[in-house]
């Protein structure tokens, strides 16, 4: 039946019988929720073509049927809406939801997740014939559309995995499309799909959950009572999962990295870490920062090391969860600490500059580096893989430093975040900690005088110490390995010295990172 006024169409499904409901006039496609069949509506007539994936039990915080508010804008009004369907999307970089959200006036409204975050965005009236071919795109690249300069943020293959609810397009399962996404220094995201012609433009700016007003919001971080869990495909140890958007997590028996990226029931993939770091700050641990609790889900040791340099050097990064505020990261590096959150926008900057510029403040840079992820522990909102090479480069301002900026590029992605640095005492008492303030404070660095000889007798002894340290290291000794293994774990013994030992810099050079660059 047709019920006018609210526009809802309801007809039997062509494939069970089951009723199957068209909530606006726009909707011409939507998925049986009891036999999963991809139906599509050519006026009062339902046609079966074929038969949905079911979605993956993800533990989204959103649902089908739930209704809230978009904020309004200056002068003007709150829009209802209601979630209608959902598209679950994988691809080179991770996998998504994208929220189909009914408007009063009858328009859909997207709302998809960004790096932890989620982004409100609406399809543009932009001419799409004028944008370049999808092979033409390049990361990093910056380009106008209507007025409006952007950054190349990723360039990735998807595909459909699977679909609920309506839509008021039919979407193609497993079909490889190319998905664009822009950047602006005004906090704009620009995205492009190419899964039909002309690519359909989507604009969208980020936005709070709380701020959209959705009734039955999870509003802490923990378990649901039924409990996620399932078997380590390595040791069979039962594994839980406690956050909602987890998509790679640590065995707690073996160590092992594993993937649930498809969901639990789908293939888990894992890989074996050896050499374990222990982490200063224990996960699951309750900090607070800035009157909130955030807890630690997440830890990752990583190395960096310039261009042109051997000495490896290594920094450790802690990933905050808050069930409102979503995921942010605490470094920790021969620096000091920092406390850093990803942006949704991109910074004004140009390949090759010495400087970026976001909010209208310019950020100076302070080293570029390659940097590895060596070691994995918890839970992360990305598929985390050990041995994933990342190029960054770390900008600052303001006294000391104090301001952080950084961007970490993949072959697919360019993330920014933004951070400050924050005084040991400061980390030490948010986790309630200060009784172990000296283990939170840096290695001292203190100065060394020459006196009235120079530097000459320093110069003389360091070409004396490499020349010994080169004729008494091992013939088919791997020093590069050795050094890599130092900046993975300071407590390393080398194998391959026959007298004294080797160090590295451990940090000298950077040591701050964006802390993640996945969907």
Not at 158 to 163: C, G, N, R, W
Request: hydrophobic fraction near 35%; charge should be neutral; glycine fraction near 10%.
């Amino acid at each position: 039946m047709t019920t006018d006024s609210q526009r809802i169409y309801s007809a039997p499904c062509p494939g069970c019988g089951a009723p199957v409901e068209f909530a606006s006039a726009q909707a011409v496609f939507a998925v049986c929720p009891y036999c999963q069949s991809a139906i599509v509506r050519n006026g009062e007539v339902l046609k079966r073509i074929g038969k949905m994936a079911e979605v993956f039990d993800d533990y989204s915080p959103l649902k089908l049927g739930q209704q809230g508010q978009i904020p309004p804008k200056a002068g003007g009004k709150a829009e209802a809406f209601s979630l209608v369907g959902r598209l679950q999307v994988k691809g080179d970089t991770g996998t998504w939801n994208e929220w189909q959200a009914l408007l009063d006036d009858g328009s859909i409204a997207v709302i998809s997740e960004d790096n932890g975050q989620f982004v409100l965005s609406r399809e543009s009236t932009a001419k799409a014939q004028s944008l370049p071919d999808e092979k033409r795109w390049r990361l990093g690249q910056n380009v106008a559309i209507n007025g409006v300069q952007y950054s190349v943020a990723s360039v990735v293959q998807a595909q459909l995995l699977a679909a609920e609810g309506q839509m008021p397009h039919q979407p193609e399962l497993g079909k490889p499309f190319t998905a664009v996404e822009l950047r602006a220094d005004n906090d704009t995201v620009l995205s492009i799909d190419y899964s039909d012609h002309p690519p359909a433009i989507y604009i969208g700016a980020p936005i709070k959950l709380t701020d959209l007003k959705i009734a039955g919001l999870k509003s802490a971080s923990g378990k649901k009572e039924k409990g996620r869990h399932f078997n380590c495909p390595r040791c069979a140890a039962r594994i839980d999962i406690k956050l909602d958007t987890t998509q790679s997590l640590t065995c707690p028996s073996c160590g092992s990295i594993i993937d649930v990226s498809q969901g639990i029931g789908g293939e888990l993939s894992h890989a074996l870490q050896d050499e374990p770091v222990k982490p200063l700050i224990a996960l699951g641990k309750l900090g607070k920062f800035a009157g909130s609790n955030w807890q630690v889900v997440g830890f990752q040791h990583r190395m960096g090391v310039e261009p042109g340099d051997d000495e490896y050097f290594g920094w450790d990064e802690y990933l905050l969860y808050h069930a409102q505020q979503g995921f942010q990261f605490l470094v920790n590096s021969s620096e000091g600490w920092s406390l850093v959150k990803t942006l949704t926008g991109a910074p004004h900057y140009k390949p090759g500059n010495s400087s970026a510029t976001w909010n209208k403040q310019t950020y100076q840079l302070q080293s570029s580096y390659q940097a590895e992820t060596s070691y994995v522990l918890g839970e992360f909102y990305w598929p985390v893989v050990r041995g994933q090479k990342t190029d960054n480069a770390d900008f600052a301002r303001g006294e000391n430093g104090v301001q952080l900026l950084s961007r970490e590029a993949d072959r697919k992605e360019v993330n920014w975040s933004m951070g400050r640095k924050l005084a040991p005492e400061t980390v030490a008492s948010a986790f309630g900690m200060l009784d172990q303030l000296e283990k939170f404070k840096p290695a001292s660095t203190e100065s060394i005088s020459f006196g009235k000889l120079g530097c000459m007798p320093i110069i003389v002894g360091l070409v004396i110490l490499f020349v010994l340290i080169s004729w008494l290291w091992p013939k088919g000794c791997d020093q590069d390995a050795e050094r890599r293994a130092y900046a993975a774990d300071p407590s390393y013994v080398s194998k391959c010295k026959s007298s004294g030992g080797y160090r590295s810099s451990g940090g000298s050079w950077g040591g701050y990172s964006s802390g993640g660059s996945h969907k």
